[in-house]
């Protein structure tokens, strides 16, 4: 109800719940205020209008009952701040998830303009990285001849099994840059010098959210692309033959055989639901700085790993 109310995307992490109450705790309570004030601001135009007082009081309230008010409430606000707000934060943002929870461990480095994506090898441990080693080949400067031989390096593609914390360090080589998952409910700004851990928990694969992103549209429709989309069903032509295929991305060509074929309406998904975005402007090409996250099942996570430690055995 939350996400239809307040227009929030689609929820894919454990975490994800509680972010949106309170978000919509706080729309309410800001309604509430909203309503109050506006009463008061109508009350006081009738109250206090030329009629009922044809001559101003230039002295006004007499008492100080408004400065006490004023000091208790923000008293209130300060012990809520400190013995409440404050120490619960502190405790949730530190929870991390536990070595008996295996948690998968990955290193984000933002650059102008992509996500340069870290895995320890099958050792577990984190290759050194030197800035003297950066190159167009090897962007974050891994030292391969250490415990970096095994790393996995991806660009842009941010692979997690679902159900299974995740903690991410995030840094970035040049400016600030903002890692954000919006599905996930998960931003941090990456700070030149520093290397800020997050976690969170994905519960929901990249295919499911995508198949509850499906939807039935109408050609011809205008300002979309549909290129950043793939049909859910076989397209046919009117003698019964594919044209394309269940699955398959809606480029121009795709796109005109559909038109050729007299097609009208398409069932749709996006191709990629879990996109990385920067949250932060960070240079001219600030709209090309998008990632993607795959969130698999256990088992496909851990055959997409263990290609991926082959291929880099063979660079």
Not at 159 to 173: C, D
Not at 191 to 218: C, K, L, N, V, Y
Not at 240 to 257: E, Q, R, Y
Request: charged share 20%; proline share 5%; glycine share 6%.
């Amino acid at each position: 109800m939350l996400q239809k109310l307040l227009g929030l995307p689609i929820n894919a992490s454990a975490d994800g719940g509680g972010i949106d109450l309170l978000n919509g705790t706080m729309h309410l309570l800001m309604a509430i205020l909203f309503v109050g004030w506006s009463l008061m601001f109508i009350f006081i135009l009738f109250r206090f209008n030329r009629r009922r007082h044809p001559r101003a009081d230039h002295e006004g309230v007499r008492t100080h009952a408004s400065s006490y008010v004023e000091a208790v409430v923000a008293v209130l606000e300060i012990i809520l701040l400190v013995t409440l707000s404050i120490p619960f934060w502190s405790k949730k943002v530190s929870a991390f998830p536990t070595d008996a929870q295996n948690p998968v461990r990955v290193r984000v480095i933002a650059q102008q303009f992509a996500w340069n994506i870290q895995y320890p090898g099958p050792d577990g441990k984190f290759g050194r990285t030197d800035i003297k080693l950066v190159s167009d080949d090897n962007p974050i400067g891994l030292d391969r001849k250490g415990d970096g031989k095994d790393d996995v390096v991806e660009l842009n593609q941010l692979h997690l099994p679902v159900n299974r914390p995740a903690i991410i360090e995030i840094t970035t080589k040049d400016v600030v840059h903002s890692f954000f998952l919006p599905l996930l409910r998960v931003k941090q700004d990456a700070i030149p010098g520093m290397m800020i851990p997050i976690h969170f928990t994905p519960t929901d694969t990249t295919e499911h959210i995508r198949q509850q992103m499906t939807e039935t549209i109408t050609l011809p429709v205008r300002n979309r692309n549909l290129e950043l989309y793939i049909t859910t069903e076989d397209l046919k032509d009117k003698d019964g033959n594919v044209i394309v295929k269940k699955g398959a991305m809606l480029t121009a060509s795709a796109m005109k055989k559909v038109n050729d074929a007299g097609i009208t309406a398409l069932t749709i998904a996006p191709f990629n639901p879990t996109e990385i975005a920067c949250a932060q402007l960070c240079g001219i090409n600030h709209f090309k700085m998008k990632g993607y996250l795959t969130v698999e099942t256990e088992e496909q996570f851990a055959k997409w790993y263990a290609q991926e430690v082959e291929d880099q055995k063979g660079e």
